[in-house]
């Protein structure tokens, strides 16, 4: 059975810093693509960050701003996530898939951690 688990989230005011972790289990995220999402009540789920050992993909909003990452040792991914800005204020999702094209569809992933909350004061 897959488990992500994130951790890391947090108040914190604008143009501060936080690390997101996503723990996994019953997945090896050497062989997977790991991504982070993100979402608003109301609004659709949108893709953050994705890594692969194809590389690794941003989303136009936060290139310059985060960086993925992942520690196969520990099976980690993690979310840099710097210069933050109020509209950053969601809760992010770890999210793994068995193929390795890092694909930015929250429906391409097959598995989802429980999220963690992030809030960027002003």
């Known amino acids: 059975q897959v488990q992500l688990v994130e951790s890391g989230g947090g108040l914190v005011q604008a143009g501060g810093s936080l690390m997101l972790s996503c723990v996994a289990s019953g997945l090896t995220i050497s062989s997977s693509t790991m991504g982070w999402f993100r979402q608003v009540p109301g609004k659709d789920r949108d893709f953050v960050a994705a890594i692969g050992w194809v590389g690794d993909r941003l989303a136009d909003s936060v290139k310059g701003r985060f960086t993925i990452s992942r520690d196969n040792h520990k099976n980690t991914v993690y979310l840099q996530m710097s210069s933050l800005k109020p509209e950053d204020t969601a809760v992010y999702y770890c999210?793994?898939?068995?193929?390795?094209?890092?694909?930015?569809?929250?429906?391409?992933?097959?598995?989802w951690g429980q999220g963690t909350e992030v809030t960027v004061s002003s």
């Open positions: 999210a793994g898939r068995d193929l390795s094209n890092l694909a930015t569809l929250p429906g391409a992933y097959d598995y």
